[in-house]
C-alpha cells in the first residue's frame, strides 16, 4: 500500500522536437534556435523540469543529433532519445515506444506529459497543474486559453460568425495516465486518421478529456515574430 501512495515512479515527459520549422524558416532545426543564446529545447526541458517532471524522452530528427545531444548536455534530468517522424503524431508515437518497462500496475498509472518543444515558455505552475490533475484521476489533461481573435468560419458560400466565448485554443504540456495514452495511439494508428494533437487522440478512443488553465507564456514559437515575443520574456526575466 505504503508504496503506491509515495509512488515513486516519475513523471516522464514526451518531449517532440523532429519538426523542422518551415513556417520560422531559422537555419537551423526550430528546436535548437537560441533565445539569448539558449536554444529553445534547453529552455523546454528546464521548465518541465521545473514543474515537476524527471524525466524526459526526446524526439529529435534522426539526421544531425549531435546539436540536440549538445543542447541537453547539462540538462537538469535524465534524457533518452528517440527518433522523429514523418508527422507529430508519428513522433509522439515513437517516444511512447521508449517508456520505461515497468510493472503493470505502476506503468498504467504513470503520469505522462507530451510537449511541444517549441512551446519553450511554459510556467512551472502550468506543468504542475497537468501533473495534479492527471493524479487527481483525469485520463487526459489539457492546458487551454481563451481566443483573443474574433472568429469566423469560411462556409460555401461566405463565412459566418463563431461564438469566441465557447472556444479555447490548445496547449501543451497534456497529461494523460500512460494506458490512456498508449491504448488512444495504438487504436490511431490502428484506424490510419490523423490527429494534430494527443487530445484529441485519446477523445478519438473514447476517453473524456478535462482542461485546465493554461497560460499566455506557453505560446508556441511558430513564426518569426514569435521570437521578439520571446526575446522580450527573457530580458523582462519572466523566463
Ligand atoms: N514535431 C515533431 N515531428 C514532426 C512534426 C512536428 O516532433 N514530424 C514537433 C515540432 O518539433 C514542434 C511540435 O511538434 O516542437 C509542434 O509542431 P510545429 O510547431 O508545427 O513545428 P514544426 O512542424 O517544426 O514547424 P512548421 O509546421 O512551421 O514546419
Ligand atoms: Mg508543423
Known sequence: MGEHINNPVPVVAIVVAA??????????PKALV?????????????QLAAGGVGEVIV????EGREPFVDALADAPVPVLWADGGAERQHSVAHGIALLPDLPEADADAQ??????????????????RVI???????????PVVPVSDSIRELV?????????????????????????????????????VAVTDDAAAVEFSGRQVTLVEGSR???????????????ALVAQGRA
Not at 519538426?19 to 537551423?28: E, K, N, P, Q, T
Request: glycine share 10%; no cysteine; charged share 20%.
Open 19 to 28: 519538426g523542422s520549422g518551415s513556417r520560422l524558416g531559422a537555419d537551423v
Open 34 to 46: 537560441p533565445v539569448a543564446g539558449v536554444p529553445l529545447l534547453t529552455r523546454a526541458v528546464a
Open 59 to 62: 524526439v529529435a530528427p534522426v
Open 111 to 128: 503520469v505522462v506529459l507530451v510537449h511541444d518543444a517549441a512551446r519553450a515558455f511554459v510556467p512551472p505552475e502550468v506543468v504542475g
Open 132 to 142: 495534479e490533475a492527471v493524479r487527481a484521476g483525469a485520463d487526459a489533461v489539457v
Open 156 to 192: 460555401d458560400d461566405g463565412s459566418t460568425v463563431v461564438d469566441r466565448a465557447s472556444l479555447r485554443a490548445v496547449q501543451t504540456p497534456q497529461g494523460f495516465r500512460r494506458g490512456v495514452l498508449e491504448e488512444a495511439h495504438w487504436m490511431v494508428a490502428e484506424s490510419g
Open 217 to 231: 507564456d506557453a505560446f508556441k514559437v511558430t513564426e518569426p515574430l514569435d521570437l521578439l515575443l520571446a526575446e
